[in-house]
């Protein structure tokens, strides 16, 4: 599926299922029945109704922002009221005929979740009221940091929107099955895009059945493109180190071989330096016991894109990884 995102630079390609169910199994009995089950709280009753506080109400379910306070009116109606959202394409619209009534339903772009409904007797400018359940929203007070899922995902395309120019860079980390280290790169603050591929081998245009032989010589790759004013390479680094062991050789977990290995594949002097400096540092730090560091430093080679069904594997699939969390 190709990613889409709004225009103000927020990825809001809808979730799989399967990713849509693990994030609402996180949720409060409440929340999951309003964002789940199309259900309506009290009147009067959620905990956002009188909030005068100056910020941002994003998802409950995926995190996605949805309505500013700027925008927020008191309707007297019992439940928390915008005219507008923060961006028209973060909201579907979708006729309801239940309870023998017609209304328009207002669900999450990204995640399907269901929000309330919006109704024309709102005030100028718009004239629309967005009618929405507390339990459907998370509140983060203006200054507050924002997890990954709530900040722009395309920082390029947001800057450009706002007349600012930005230069992307790019890095290159082997860390075992390309998976797991391209999915959570994707969740990364900063980052524009994660792409799976082979490098450092012999062979050109290597499909996965050649690089699974162990005679091509190339690496699980993951491309990451990335906003340097939002993220440095040195943050990148601290996180392809929390994601894998790099004291395996030739492996990472259950998965086997040298396709596997542990890999910094620098584009510049720089970037060589970050690397063996943070090598350096980690093993003399003792996180690893009398375990060596065995992570390639060279430099880059020709990257090839996997094949498209490796492409966010597991952001479709739901699969589970050994990868770990580094944001």
């Given amino acids: 599926m190709a990613r889409r995102y709004s225009n103000s630079g927020y990825d809001i390609t809808p ?13 409060s009995p409440e929340a999951y029945k309003v964002t789940q089950n199309a ?5 009067f009753c959620g905990n956002l109704i009188d909030n ?73 400018p ?18 507050a940091q924002l997890p990954p899922e709530s900040l722009p995902a395309r920082p390029v395309e947001a800057a450009m929107a706002a007349g600012r120019t930005v230069k992307p860079e790019v890095a290159y980390f082997a860390g075992g099955c390309f998976w797991g280290i391209e999915y959570y790169f994707h ?6 895009d994660a792409i799976s591929g082979y490098m450092q081998g012999h ?7 050649q690089v699974c032989s162990n005679t091509t010589g190339h690496a699980e790759t993951v491309k990451v493109i990335y906003d340097p004013s939002k993220i ?24 086997v071989g040298s396709q596997y290995r542990s890999g910094i594949w620098y584009v510049n002097d720089e970037q060589r330096r970050e690397a063996e400096a943070t090598i350096a540092e980690l093993a003399a730090s003792g996180r690893y016991g009398k375990r060596k560091i065995v992570t390639e430093v060279e430099p880059a080679k020709t990257f090839w894109p996997a094949e498209e069904y490796h492409q966010e594997y597991i952001a479709k699939n739901g699969a589970a990884c050994h990868v770990r969390d580094p944001w």
């Avoid at 008191?74 to 309870?99: A, C, L, M, N, Q």
Wanted: proline content about 8%; hydrophobic content about 30%.
């Fill in 126 to 143: 718009t004239g629309e009221r967005y009618c929405l359940n507390s339990a459907a929203l998370k509140f983060y007070e203006k200054g």
């Fill in 15 to 27: 979730l799989p299922r399967a990713e849509v169910a693990r994030l609402a199994a996180k949720l």
């Fill in 39 to 43: 259900g309506t709280e009290p009147a």
């Fill in 232 to 255: 440095t390479y040195h943050r990148l680094l601290e996180a392809f180190f929390t994601m894998h062991d790099p004291t395996e050789l030739d492996r990472q977990g259950p998965d």
């Fill in 203 to 209: 062979v050109d245009h290597p499909t996965y059945r």
């Fill in 52 to 124: 005068h506080t100056q910020g941002v109400y994003v998802c409950a379910v995926c995190g996605l922002p949805l309505f500013s306070s700027e925008n927020k009116f008191d309707s007297g109606t019992g439940w928390p009221s915008f005219y507008r959202p923060v961006d028209p394409e973060h909201i579907v619209r979708k006729v309801d005929t239940s309870y023998g009534m017609v209304r328009t339903e207002i669900l999450c772009a990204r995640c399907g979740a269901h929000l309330g409904h919006v109704f024309d007797d709102g005030p100028k």
């Fill in 187 to 192: 969740r990364g603050p900063g980052v524009i």
